[in-house]
């Protein structure tokens, strides 16, 4: 089982991305899908936390507005499309996925479905530069 991210590069400010979060070996369909974004010498920002089965994307306020998740059942993989991209944006941007997981806010509820099956993407890098 895993979870490969695609999509990332260099943008200019403004600029939009959409990265990519496949799995395989897997279904995403009763998963709840959790982007974050990693940055050198700073605290993991979580991104968004959607799940497929009843619709909930929840998003962190610094993106709302900008950033966007969806989903491709067929290819079995979950978007997040970014747009208005600020250099504030920079870092590696990992998804991950938890079976029967359960949105709190932009991230996994810590009470709820913590012990289910968990995937956790090698993440791809978004650099916006100003």
């Known amino acids: 089982v895993q979870l490969v991210e695609s999509g990332g590069g260099l943008v200019q400010a403004g600029g939009s991305l959409r990265l990519s979060c496949e799995a395989s070996?897997?279904?995403?369909?009763?998963?709840?899908v959790i982007w974050f974004r990693q940055t050198p010498g700073q605290e993991r920002q979580d991104i968004s936390c959607?799940?497929?089965?009843?619709?909930?994307?929840n998003y962190v306020d610094s993106v709302k507005g900008r950033f966007i998740v969806s989903s491709d059942n067929a290819k079995n993989t979950v978007y997040l499309q970014m747009n208005d991209l600020k250099p504030e944006d920079s870092g590696r941007y990992v998804c991950a996925s938890r079976l029967y997981g359960v949105c709190h806010g932009s991230t996994w509820s810590s009470t709820v479905n913590v012990f289910g099956r968990t995937v956790w993407g090698q993440g791809t890098q978004v650099t916006v530069s100003s």
């Open positions: 959607s799940t497929n089965h009843n619709g909930i994307a």
């Open positions: 070996g897997f279904r995403l369909d009763d998963d709840a």
